[in-house]
């Protein structure tokens, strides 16, 4: 806005006092202060109100005045309310540095001007942006050349001073201008996003983490490569990105609102671009997954890998390890609900969990091959590299590629926010192969894990191939009856004890059996007794009939409690 439009605002009592000559200047903002030096808290552009209380003396408006000139603010507005009329020391002052200089009627709060420059400069910033917007729009629908989500994201730092990022479900950066968030924040952010979306409340979702204000606008997946629209929030949950701007987006109008919500839309057409790519990769991880699943000769299977393997990795002279990563997102239905489509959620899932956390960007995912049949996605994962090591002495050969447990680490806690009391999400990671003969074992190898790994409580869970060689592959083809059986007859009567009396016993077996029955050091991880420890077990053996000296009873009870 320009400095004559105050002037012809009569509800905010300004009267010019020098300056005439300037007012055609431009206001970018407005700051109060009563400090001798403001200098700091100024970068040009400004509307600076004051009651004069730093002037203490003639002396004090050159140097005060002087400061506001080099740091470039529009004008000066004094109020009249502590000295009555302006010192002419200050017009003077004014008037030498070229600063237009305004004073404020008695009558008028510095709050009322304050508010009508931040709504009148906030609005035209907004109109110049969505322009801008609108033009970058253009540009990302037509190809890549408008710059990407970075570019948009700077014009909100720039144009309104807002700093955002573009987040996946999992909070792992696909853009952000400046600064990159903290991961750890990143996830937490990503964590109330999809907790506060399962509630069904509408964005921008808010909240407040270490004193700092944050607003989550969802990102639609709405382009040429979206399906139809959900039924359920619970199909697209899992898969939809964000954008998360530092700022409290409650008290925004409706203009600024409406200009998020075109960036959103706007990134939403990147995206769409960036998975249209995908396509490829996905159609040939299907044709290996059906040439394997069906049985083809691996001759046939290996052509195909060597049709992927440039695709996957640019540049590779020989042909990669594979692994098999199979993933399951299931929720929980209501008898006469339509069935959830999972399917396309758990391959663009799968897809973003297979990146690593701490590598920014959405094109860092781009050797990744996700297929899915039903609700199942099905990962071909290429691992650059010579011959599959070898170990000493006929042991077990060094682990090559991911491991299961810590491809969740990072995303378990936004994930467990998506999926709520209802979801599940379940894998199984194979171990490496070196020829289109292995990826059927693999395949099957990577299913049995997903299936260990859906035995288990919680609501992510993972398991590796080397759990198939340990008694837990057992565990999850025991009966449900069965299992609560054999669970009911060994630990009934100790949780039933513990109920009463408050005794601790399932805790000390536990530690029992994890100490491999060693009395000094259970003691000493249960900071007990070794007396006390002894009248425990006592108590367990007298109230089950079983002796925990016996490997037999052992076993019963450790599998009891892995199974309960």
């Not at 050159?62 to 309310?81: D, K, M, N, W």
């Not at 002279?317 to 239905?333: C, L, N, S, Y």
């Not at 999400?425 to 171990?431: C, D, I, K, M, R």
């Amino acid at each position: 806005m320009r400095l004559r439009a105050l002037l012809e605002n009569d509800a905010l009592g300004l009267r010019l006092l020098g300056g005439e000559d300037e007012l055609d200047r431009s206001v970018r903002g407005v700051m109060t202060t009563d400090l001798k030096d403001p200098s700091r808290y100024l970068s040009g552009g400004e509307l600076v109100l004051t009651g004069l209380a730093w002037l203490r003396e003639p002396a004090d408006a050159e140097p005060f005045v002087r400061i506001l000139s080099q740091t470039g603010v529009a004008a000066l507005a004094a109020g009249e309310a502590e000295l009555g009329d302006i010192p002419d020391d200050l017009v003077t002052a004014c008037s030498r540095h070229r600063l237009p200089l305004f004073a404020v009627n008695e009558s008028v709060a510095f709050a009322t001007i304050t508010e009508h420059v931040v709504r009148q400069v906030s609005g035209e910033r907004a109109g110049d942006l969505a322009a801008v917007v609108d033009r970058h729009r253009r540009l990302m629908t037509s190809g890549p050349a408008g710059g990407g989500p970075e570019a948009v994201l700077d014009l909100l730092g720039s144009d309104l001073d807002l700093r955002a990022w573009v987040l996946s479900p999992t909070g792992r950066q696909i853009a952000g201008a400046g600064e990159p968030l903290d991961p750890a924040l990143a996830a937490g952010l990503a964590g109330e996003h999809l907790a506060a979306t399962r509630t069904g409340r509408r964005g921008p979702h808010r909240l407040t983490s270490h004193g700092t204000a944050y607003s989550l606008f969802p990102i639609r997946n709405t382009g040429r490569a979206a399906g139809p629209a959900a039924r359920d929030v619970r199909e697209t949950v899992l898969s939809d990105w964000l954008l998360a701007v530092e700022a409290d987006a409650g008290d925004w109008p409706a203009a600024r609102l409406d200009l998020l919500q075109g960036v959103t839309q706007l990134i939403s057409v990147e995206r769409d671009r960036r998975d249209a790519a995908r396509t490829v990769r996905r159609r040939l991880a299907q044709e290996v997954l059906e040439l394997v699943q069906t049985g083809a000769a691996p001759a046939e299977i290996a052509a195909r890998l060597r049709v992927a393997a440039p695709v996957l990795l640019p540049g590779l002279g020989a042909a990669p390890h594979w692994q098999v990563v199979v993933a399951r997102v299931e929720w929980d239905q209501d008898g006469g609900q339509a069935p959830i489509e999972a399917g396309p959620v758990t391959q663009a899932l799968l897809e973003e969990i297979l990146v690593d956390p701490a590598t920014a960007g959405a094109e860092s995912a781009d050797r990744i091959a996700v297929a899915h049949t039903g609700d199942e996605a099905i990962a071909l994962v290429p691992l650059a590299g010579g011959p599959l090591p070898e170990s000493e002495d006929d042991g077990p050969a060094p682990a090559l590629g991911l491991h299961a447990d810590a491809l969740l680490a990072a995303v378990r806690a936004p994930l467990s926010a998506g999926l709520a009391d209802d979801g599940r999400l379940t894998l199984g990671v194979s171990a490496a192969v070196h020829s289109a003969e292995g990826l059927r074992g693999a395949l099957e190898e990577a299913r049995h894990a997903r299936r260990v790994a859906a035995a288990r409580p919680g609501r992510v869970c993972a398991a590796g191939h080397h759990e198939l060689a340990s008694h837990v592959l057992l565990l999850p083809f025991v009966p449900d009856d069965v299992r609560r059986a054999f669970t009911a007859r060994l630990l009934d009567p100790l949780r039933n004890y513990d109920r009463r009396h408050r005794a601790e016993l399932i805790p000390t077996l536990e530690a029992f059996l994890d100490c491999d029955g060693s009395w000094t050091r259970c003691a000493t991880r249960l900071h007990l007794h070794v007396n006390t420890l002894r009248y425990r077990v006592g108590r367990i053996e007298q109230l089950t009939g079983r002796d925990l000296s016996r490997l037999e009873d052992k076993l019963d009870f450790f599998l009891a409690l892995r199974m309960s």
